[in-house]
T-cell receptor
């Protein structure tokens, strides 16, 4: 059973377009993280959100944590080829001590 | 200031053989995690170590999988009698602590295991 579902699973867009990736669950998380992974490398942390409704911006990337802390979204404005990669969300449950990773969204930005 | 390192980077083995995968975490990090990632997929939690506490083995898929962490530093993941479905990238990560909302996990580059 997958605790976190991401959508879409695959996304291919033209440079300059906007996109949103979703991370959904029926479970409540005390915090949620977003990672980007490039081929042959381990995931790299982009952001951590901890408060329901929290919005964080990292240059052209905007991250939002749902009010109920069950879901999150990642919005990229004016995508660049360098944004290409596998985007993973990971949630920490209230009573746990490990992060559960989502199914991943593979993004390709075409020049 | 080295990051997390893993060895070997690639391992090809025959079905039924045992393999050992190594992880060197960032110095001073007390938490260490092992994950498995199938091609282009998300990460599947296997096991984590926190300081001197008993490890959380809840993610190990079978008793063929085991891991140890010596001296609170280097960790070895052992897979006995490998099967073709064990083929995946095995990722190790470390963090200062575990279970804390803002702790950052630093990942190694992974070991790509192929079982023929």
């Amino acid at each position: 059973t997958q605790l976190l579902e991401q959508s879409p699973q695959f996304l291919s867009i033209q440079e300059g377009e906007n996109l949103t990736v979703y991370c959904n669950s029926s479970s409540v998380f005390s915090s949620l993280q977003w990672y980007r992974q490039e081929p042959g490398e381990g995931p790299v942390l982009l952001v951590t959100v901890v408060t329901g409704g929290e919005v964080k911006k990292l240059k052209r990337l905007t991250f939002q944590f749902g009010d109920a802390r069950k879901d999150s979204s990642l919005h990229i404005t004016a995508a660049q080829p360098g944004d290409t990669g596998l985007y993973l969300c990971a949630g920490l449950v209230n009573t746990g001590n490990q992060f559960y990773f989502g199914t991943g969204t593979s993004l390709t930005v075409i020049p | 200031g080295a990051g997390v390192s893993q060895s070997p980077s690639n391992k090809v083995t025959e079905k039924g053989k045992d393999v050992e995968l190594r992880c060197d975490p960032i110095s001073g990090h007390t938490a260490l995690y092992w994950y498995r990632q199938s091609l282009g997929q998300g990460l599947e939690f296997l096991i984590y170590f926190q300081g001197n506490s008993a490890p959380d083995k809840s993610g190990l898929p079978s008793d063929r999988f085991s891991a140890e962490r010596t001296g609170g530093s280097v960790s070895t993941l052992t897979i006995q009698r490998t099967q073709q479905e064990d083929s995946a990238v095995y990722l190790c990560a470390s963090s200062r602590r575990s279970g804390r909302a803002k702790d950052t996990q630093y990942f190694g580059p992974g070991t790509r295991l192929t079982v023929l």
